[in-house]
C-alpha cells in the first residue's frame, strides 16, 4: 500500500536509511580532512617581568636594611661624610661637620632576630651596664628606635639605635661644648634625615 508520496512503508524505510548512510559518509569525510577542522584561537599571554615598582602591585615584597654604603641623609653646607676606610675611619659611617667638631658615628650589624634590639644592642657593643642602663623610645632617623641611657661608652655621646629587618644600627653622637659649633647648630637636621629603609619588589616566577 502506497501513501501520499507515493512510497510504500518499505520504500520509505529504505529511503531514510540511505539518507542516514549518507549523511553519516559525509560527515566522516568532513571530520577526516584537516582542512574542515577549526583552527585555534590565539590568545595574549602575559609575559612576566622578573621586577615591579612597588606594592600596587600587589607582587610579594622583600624588604631589607640597607649596607653603610646606602644610608641616605642631607648634609649641609661645611658637612662630609667618610665610609670606613675612608680618610683612616674605623666607623662604618661618619657624619661630622668640617669645623667646631661633633659628630654622627653609625655603624652597621646584621641583626639576629632571636633576641630583642635592645639585648642584641648590648652584646654588639658591650656599652651596657646591669641593673643600670635603660632604653628610651627614640626616633631614629626613619626608623623606630631607641636611646641607650646611662652606658658606659669611655665618655661618649648620646648613644642610639633601631634594626630594620636584617640589619641594626648603632648611632653614636658628641656635640661640643659651643652652643653655636655647627653641630649643634645643625646635627638634628643631619640626624633626623638619616635613612635606613630598602625596599625591593621581586615577582617570584615559577
Not at 153 to 170: M, R, V
Not at 178 to 202: K, M
Request: charged share 20%; with cysteine.
Amino acid at each position: 500500500m502506497r501513501n501520499k508520496s507515493g512510497f510504500s512503508a518499505v520504500e520509505l524505510i529504505i529511503v531514510v536509511v540511505v539518507i542516514a548512510i549518507v549523511i553519516g559518509v559525509t560527515y566522516k569525510i568532513f571530520t577526516a580532512d584537516s582542512s574542515f577542522k577549526a583552527e585555534p584561537v590565539p590568545t595574549d599571554i602575559p609575559t612576566p617581568t622578573d621586577y615591579d615598582d612597588g606594592p600596587s602591585s600587589g607582587l610579594p615584597q622583600i624588604e631589607s636594611g640597607v649596607p653603610a654604603s646606602e644610608i641616605a641623609y642631607t648634609l649641609p653646607d661645611g658637612w662630609v661624610a667618610d665610609l670606613e676606610g675612608t680618610n683612616d675611619q674605623t666607623n662604618d659611617l661618619f657624619i661630622y661637620p668640617t669645623e667646631g667638631g661633633g659628630f654622627i658615628a653609625i655603624n652597621v650589624y646584621d641583626f639576629d632576630s632571636s633576641v630583642t634590639t635592645q639585648e642584641y644592642y648590648c652584646e654588639v657593643t658591650d656599652y651596657c651596664i646591669d641593673g643600670v642602663t635603660t632604653f628610651e623610645l627614640y626616633t631614629v632617623g626613619d626608623l623606630d628606635g631607641f636611646k641607650a641611657i646611662s652606658v658606659d661608652n669611655s665618655g661618649g655621646g648620646s648613644e642610639y639605635f633601631a634594626s630594620n629587618y636584617d640589619k641594626l644600627y648603632t648611632v653614636s653622637t658628641f656635640s661640643p661644648l659651643d652652643p653655636e659649633a655647627e653641630y649643634n647648630l645643625n646635627g638634628a637636621v643631619v640626624f633626623d634625615s638619616l635613612n635606613f629603609s630598602q625596599h625591593q619588589y621581586l615577582l617570584d616566577l615559577p
